[in-house]
DNA sequence: CGCATTGTTTGACAGTCATCAAACCGAATC
DNA sequence: GATTCGGTTTGATGACTGTCAAACAATGCG
């Protein structure tokens, strides 16, 4: 089985404003949160990116698009296996470079959708 | 002397897309420093921000644009004040709301520009 | 009032972006 | 070898963006 990584820049070339501006696009971010959370706690074997366009109702080839966006910005990490792309965070490339950035996205992130989800409930 | 606000979200209202995309664009980017180092410190007399277009380089309506942006994503807040606008940063609401996040923002933006002097000094 | 100052608005322009659909491609499977 | 499967690439489309320039608006000053 051939195993190889696609193109990604090096952690020091890594740009804040294209990590921002990949994380700026709500589907992005959805994506990203998707990834960190289907990447935790796995046995590395991620899950493949086709289960994104249906967790999200995207075409595949807008996924395609996003993950390569996100790749090209340095925000993830993505091995050919077979058929399939595992995607995963370089959580800790990003660490280096912008510490504590991811985290507070996400948490911001998390908060948010918690707010929606409250508004939502309560309008019901 | 009139003194009053321009519209601005209110805290609850603002939404971490539309931060991000504010933060995305390094013009933008350098403008908020710009703001945050020149509102601290001082009397809360700002700056006006016809300065920032001689600082930066470009067009009086190009800063009057990036400004809007930041004002409408919640990023800053406006207060005319005879024919000047003082800007500031709403540091308070946005660590409410997304705790951490201009913090850790603006600290990697000025670790991006330590890194890219350095460069630029080993390059000389 | 007339004029200068400060900033906004509008229009134009070129570039980018998100999205889908369809064609394509490499790897696995039958 | 043909087919299927997972994903990429290309093309098209409509929307948005950053920029400048010029016109406009509002405020303070002589």
């Known amino acids: 089985m051939v195993e190889r990584d696609l193109f990604q820049p090096s952690t020091a070339d890594i740009r804040l404003s294209d990590v ?5 696009d709500p589907v992005r971010l959805e994506v990203v949160r998707l ?3 289907l990447g935790a706690g796995e ?3 991620g ?3 086709s289960q994104y366009g249906d967790m999200l109702g995207i075409h595949k ?3 395609s698009h996003h993950l ?3 790749r090209e910005a340095g925000v993830t990490r993505t091995r050919v296996q077979g058929r399939n792309r595992l995607v995963q965070l370089r959580r800790a ?3 280096v470079r912008f510490p504590g950035l991811v985290d507070v996205v996400l948490n911001a992130a998390a908060e948010a959708d918690a707010k929606a989800g409250a ?3 309560a309008a019901s």
Do not use: R
């Open 61 to 63: 080839s807008t996924v």
């Open 20 to 24: 921002l501006a990949a994380f700026a």
């Open 119 to 121: 508004e939502a409930a």
């Open 35 to 37: 990834i960190d959370g």
């Open 43 to 45: 046995d590395g074997d």
């Open 68 to 70: 390569k966006v996100l």
């Open 93 to 95: 490339d990003l660490d």
């Open 47 to 49: 899950t493949p990116c």
